[in-house]
């Protein structure tokens, strides 16, 4: 188990989180999505080789904070965020771009009409992680797959078109667990640089919370747990206020929609409960879907 930057610190260990909850997710009994390369990315990394891969390691079940009601937070999301570029490829789209792709195995686990193209971007370390584990599974993808490291708080429209990606044809973008974690100034010109290379017909679909915690959210039961795990949420967060990034995309013209992950639990039946009788981490977390006519 070698150590490499970028996914064995910092944010890149919130990599390592949500593929040990797409593991636990994939061998739940009422499974919303499946991965089974998770498991592998979690036990191939020194900071996370303890973690749980399996429903039955998590010793409290659904109630623990973290590995149970975020956990489940992630599976949802994994499975909304799975039909989103589905449903947009299903109608024609063929081109797709992971911002900050992280761990995510789309490429490898989703079936994808003929003729698709999936760029992912993320950090070097990240990358050459992902890629290392898969090429030891003798791992496939089942579509066309390009990778791009680069930093996303940087310019990085260069380093994609340069990959090959067209700007001149309809693109579904996914930033998943991304804009959370850049500053206010990044998120503007992330999504600013997704309307530049978005003409007609082109989707998005990312997460993002509503503004900085609250003190009583931050004491939250999810990021205390987190953080004996030795990730430290809070840290990671900008504490700035959040840019209205939905009302940027509809004064260029997008179609939005704005959901919190409940709305989706009460949809598949499944996921994470709102918590009325406490402060709800979850609560301020906003699913956002948007698409240019």
Known sequence: MADITGVEEGVGLTALMVAAARAIETYRHDTLAQDVYA????????ASAGWPVRPQQVADGEVDPLWGRLGRYFGLRTRVF??????????GTRQVVLLGAGLDTRAYRLDWPPGCRIFEIDQNGVLAFKDRVLDG???????????????????????LTDAGFDPAV??????EGLLLYLSPAAERALIAAVGALSPTGSALAYEIKLGPESTAIRESPIYSVAKQT?????????????????????????????????DFTHRYG??????????DALAANRWVFATRP
């Open 39 to 46: 498991e592998h990315f979690v036990r191939a990394a020194r």
């Open 230 to 262: 030795g990730i430290d949420l809070i840290a990671m967060f900008d504490l700035d206020p959040r840019p209205d990034s939905a009302a940027d995309l509809a004064a260029r013209g997008w179609r939005t929609s704005i959901h919190t992950a409940f």
């Open 137 to 159: 599974l003798s791992a496939v993808p089942k579509t066309e797959r390009v990778t791009i490291a680069t930093d996303l708080r940087l310019e990085w429209t260069r380093a």
């Open 270 to 279: 499944r996921g994470p409960q709102p918590t009325p009788e406490r402060p």
């Open 82 to 91: 799975d039909d989103f570029v589905l449903r947009r490829t299903g109608e």
């Open 170 to 175: 309809p693109t579904v973008w996914i930033a």
